[in-house]
């Protein structure tokens, strides 16, 4: 009897909700509007509005949540391409629009630069910044000779100081952290003459609570910078003249210690030697770690044919001054030029205008090659973190491979044929590199007077005949091959590789169209405009490029690094016209730009944190711009007076 009743009870409840629905839920009106009528409204609010109308109630919400609805926003107010997809491993287009609202570098967070308070910052031109692999630490460079190590949590802090001029620097102009961030290599420029091309690498240790130098490598010219081959060694350079516009760059392979325990323990092996013709050498080198690449896939294995045939080794291959001067200047630049430089007008691209006419207007875009996007997987994240993983796990071993000789590299570099300046990009496959244990100690002082006075004997019987160094087929076997060579048809002002070491980007200054060299010390006018180009390293091919990218104004003759930098999500790089910009780098949309009061030379982002973007400039200031989101979470002012959005959205 009880139980009957309980559920009359519950009957009669569940009928009196059904009837106070019906009474409040009304047949015509706002509420009862058809969802394809109620999409049309939303198309029309902007996003604002949108997000107010979605509170209302609970059908409104779902319908303004509608994802293509999102994806016409996306692309009406970031003016997205209608052909590209939704990022690979991306939630919905509504998270898209999230991410580059809030979540893109955009806040100034700090201005680091000497203040009366505290002496923390460069007191010149700063013309580059590096990252840790773990985030946190970046390290400056800086014409007034110092290198800075920076802690990157907010608010950023001055960890440790080098001043360079005590080893004779001129100036220190680039650093690199080792892969386990305990070592942070930082190159520079000597003292001398303008004509001088000298320069050095100081490698120091980086502790819990100091930091100290650790050896010093020579590198000439000073822009082959230097760059760490494995976690314990580096590859330095140096350049010798065989005859007239004829030199051979020869690269180092180098220990990170000085070797202290025995003298028959070497600390440096020669690892490449290479031919370079019309005053060129080989500058800006990089190692790219490609874990993805194996026999199955190699691209250079397709070309072993061509690669056989004769062939000078940096042909064309269109498929594949004082202090106070700007940014960081070409070495050869000074020795090289001419009594009568151009004037700034004569090197500017004639046909500008032709270029600007052919694109859309305002466009500022990175177009891809269809390709590029399908290569794109949504693991990135993850597999960086396996390749942490593994590393680490090399280091647990007590026997590993300090050559690292089980991942396939590519020692990637900018060189030319044509003229001095940089224009080409040269790739070399990394393999089976051995550093010898020990110190071969060769013939004995008895038999090297020997020697020494048999070869004076033969000399004057067979006077010996110098080699043709202008005949390359007749002195090639003396040189390492250079696998492959892609020619950018214009001056190489900067090189950076994707987290995964899967793409390089590359800024560059255009030549005019269908130009011609007659001397290779008088190179082409360049543009007024910086060009990136996309590289795959899995194809070795060109997969994408933006024309116009961004400003610069030195003639050919002056012209100096332009640093960019690329992380998972972004694209950024620093320009001529005061500014540093930022793009999307599935999307290839530009989202933003950072102002400062001279050129910007470098950029880097957090590698932990792509929230997080440093600038540096000739106005001797370190800007930190953050995200939105991440300002309100560190309660930092939202000051946006010096940033701006490329793209506003509407």
């Known amino acids: 009897m009880e139980v009957t009743f309980k559920k009359a009870r519950l009957v009669k409840h569940t009928n009196a909700a059904a009837d106070a629905e019906e009474e409040y839920t009304p047949t015509d009106g706002w509420w009862a509007l058809p969802e394809p009528a109620l999409l049309l409204i939303f198309e029309r609010l902007n996003v604002h509005e949108l997000l107010q109308a979605s509170l209302c109630c ?30 690979p491993g991306a939630e919905s287009w509504r998270s898209e629009y999230q991410r580059l609202s809030t979540k893109i570098p955009f806040v100034q967070a700090q201005r680091l630069e000497p203040t009366v308070e505290n002496n923390h910052g460069h007191t010149h031109q700063v013309l580059h910044v590096s990252f840790a692999h773990n985030g946190e630490m970046f390290a400056t460079c800086s014409k007034d000779g110092y290198v800075i190590i920076w802690n990157s949590q907010h608010p950023c802090k001055e960890k440790y100081a080098h001043n360079m001029k005590q080893f004779s620097w001129k100036y220190s102009q680039y650093s690199q952290f080792n892969q386990s961030d305990t070592l942070l290599l930082v190159s520079g420029v000597h003292f001398g003459s303008p004509q001088s091309t000298s320069g050095e690498i100081a490698v120091f240790y980086l502790g819990a609570t ?33 005859a007239h516009l004829v030199s051979t760059s020869v690269l180092w392979l180098n220990k990170a210690n000085q070797e202290i325990d025995s003298e028959h323990v070497p600390i440096m092996s020669q690892l490449y030697k290479f031919y370079n013709r019309n005053a060129s050498s080989v500058r ?53 030029r001419r009594t009568r430089s151009a004037t700034p007008e004569e090197n500017f691209l004639p046909d500008i205008s032709e270029r600007r006419s052919r694109a859309r207007p305002g466009d500022a875009t990175i177009h891809y090659l269809e390709e590029y996007r399908k290569a794109v997987e949504p693991t990135n994240e993850a597999n960086d973190e396996e390749d942490e993983e593994e590393y680490d796990s090399m280091d647990v071993h007590e026997e590993y491979d300090e050559m690292e000789n089980s991942i396939p590299k590519y020692l990637i570099f900018s060189t030319g044929s044509k003229t001095f300046t940089p224009h080409q990009i040269g790739f070399k496959r990394i393999r089976n590199v051995y550093f010898p244990k020990k110190l071969d100690p060769g013939p004995s002082l008895k038999e090297r007077i020997a020697a020494k006075r048999a070869a004076a004997q033969q000399q004057q019987q067979e006077p010996r005949n110098d080699p043709d160094w202008w005949n390359y087929d007749s002195v090639k076997d003396r040189f390492d091959q250079v696998d492959k060579v892609i020619d950018l048809h214009g001056h190489i002002i900067g090189m950076a590789l994707s987290p995964d070491h899967r793409y390089l980007y590359v800024n560059t200054r255009p030549w005019p169209k ?15 405009e910086i060009d990136i180009h996309v590289i795959d390293l899995m194809t070795l091919k060109r997969v994408g490029n933006m024309l116009r990218a961004h400003k610069a104004y030195t003639p050919s003759t002056e012209c100096f690094f332009i640093f960019l930098d690329v992380c998972a999500e972004y694209v950024a790089s620093g320009a001529e016209d005061q500014h540093a910009y930022l793009w999307d780098r599935y999307y290839g949309i530009s989202l933003a730009k950072f102002k400062h009061s001279d050129v910007v030379n470098s950029v880097a982002f957090n590698p932990k944190d792509s929230e997080m973007l440093v600038t540096t400039s000739d106005d001797y200031t370190i800007k930190v711009w953050r995200s939105r989101a991440k300002a309100r979470a560190f309660n930092i002012p939202i000051n946006v007076s010096e940033s701006f959005e490329l793209k506003p959205k509407k």
């Not at 100091?210 to 590859?235: A, K, M």
Request: charged share 25%; aromatic share 10%.
């Open 58 to 87: 609970r059908r409104w919400h779902s319908i303004a949540n509608d994802d293509l609805l999102w994806r016409q926003k996306f692309q009406e107010n970031f003016r997205a391409s209608p052909s590209v997809p939704l990022k």
């Open 210 to 242: 100091e930091s100290h130098l650790r050896c010093r490598v020579v590198n000439r010219p000073y822009d082959i910078f230097g760059t760490w081959f494995s976690d314990q060694y580096l590859i330095s350079g140096d350049l010798h003249w065989l």
């Open 284 to 336: 800006a080198i990089m190692v790219a770690r490609c874990p993805w690449l194996d026999e199955s896939n190699d691209p250079l294995a397709k070309e072993e044919e061509e690669a056989r045939r004769p062939s000078f080794p940096f042909a064309s291959n269109d498929e594949a001054q004082g202090a106070q001067a700007s940014g960081n200047p070409l070495s050869h630049a000074a020795s090289l």
């Open 514 to 528: 269908n130009y011609v060299i007659t001397n290779p010390l008088e190179p082409p006018p360049i543009a007024q």
